[in-house]
């Protein structure tokens, strides 16, 4: 799992090494990009982890306590995805006025828009991939942790790469 | 009703803790993200480092991301004690982590080079070099780290499941980017 991981994020990297020039026209974009990656690896690991966790502590749940945590994991999560999106845009905004990047409101909203999208899609898919195949690991008796924190880590990196490149050219035009 | 308020009584635990390691990673994330911005000239004096360093980066979220999972587990269901102790499972772990990396790293390496060669016509084979070198130099510190940070936060009453996830993808840009940098300074 872990080499299929890396093949896919290396196909992220290739469309990164593509939009090289692009992406450096769109300073906060490039700087919030590490960190954005590491944001929606980092949803990943926590949902399959948690969901590992509660799978340990309570062996095969009924399908309704299943959805009673799977409810609240999401909530929790949402949360977190919001406020955190928000703090990343602003910071990656004001870091990227120390390189003298011109910031018009319009440029603003369009970055809180793409951001917005980009991590909120993303969240959806890690999480119906955590839910889902974390149960089909754990009744075929594998460890989840293994098998979802490669994938859904690299299903983060490389949807974050290709959705900002969409999303640039659909905004910007370049 | 007292267990509905003990339930969101943790809820509200979780989110605190999570969004405060997420706060967190993000901030050291972006402030990497400001350097990278700076040293981007420099790293590609490589042809092909930009397809190696999301797979790279992302590698180390993944081995430490297991690892501390799979440690964590273990505390809960209290399947290894509560205070350190070098013991068999922590051996197979680490030494499966250690393993795992250096093949992944080797794949990585392989691939970004191929990739390059294919689409670009760049043909550099130093960079499966530097990414085995960066990854064994970074996984010295991590893994130790990664395993201190476990114990630490279960044994404060805190759930490693919410927190070691941003923190070891943290650690791994923070020492993975500058294994990188030394790897590159010393090879290229």
Known sequence: MLLAASLITSIGGLSLQFVQDSLMFFLPLFIMLPAMNAMMGDFGIVMVSKFTTYLSEHPRPALQKRRRFAHHLFRDMFVVALLSTAYMVMLSLLLSAFHDFPLTSLFVFQTFVITFLVVFTLFLIIFMIAMTFGWYAYKRKKDPDDMLIPLTTSIADLGTMIMLALLIRFFFGA | ?188
């Open chain 2, 1 to 188: 009703m007292r267990v509905l308020g003990k339930t969101k009584k943790r809820i509200d635990k979780d989110i605190v803790e999570e969004l405060s390691a997420d706060l967190v990673a993000l901030t050291v994330g972006l402030v990497g993200g400001f350097f990278l911005v700076q040293i981007t000239g420099d790293i590609s004096l490589i042809p092909g480092i930009l397809v190696l360093l999301p797979g790279y980066l992302e590698m180390h979220g993944n081995l430490l991301g297991s690892l501390a999972g799979r440690l964590s587990v273990a505390l809960h269901t209290r399947k290894i004690p509560r205070r350190f102790a070098w013991n068999r499972m922590m051996h197979d772990n680490v030494a499966a982590t250690f393993f795992l990396g250096v093949v992944v790293a080797l794949v990585l390496g392989i691939i970004a080079y191929i990739l390059t060669l294919l689409v670009f016509g760049w043909a550099r084979p130093a960079i499966i070099a530097v990414a085995l070198a960066a990854l064994v130099i970074s996984l010295i510190v991590e893994i130790p780290l990664t395993i201190i940070a476990t114990y630490v936060i279960f044994q404060r009453g805190y759930d490693p499941d919410d927190i070691m996830g941003p923190y070891v993808t943290t650690l791994g840009d923070f020492i993975g980017i500058f294994a990188l940098l030394i790897t590159f300074w010393v090879m290229v």
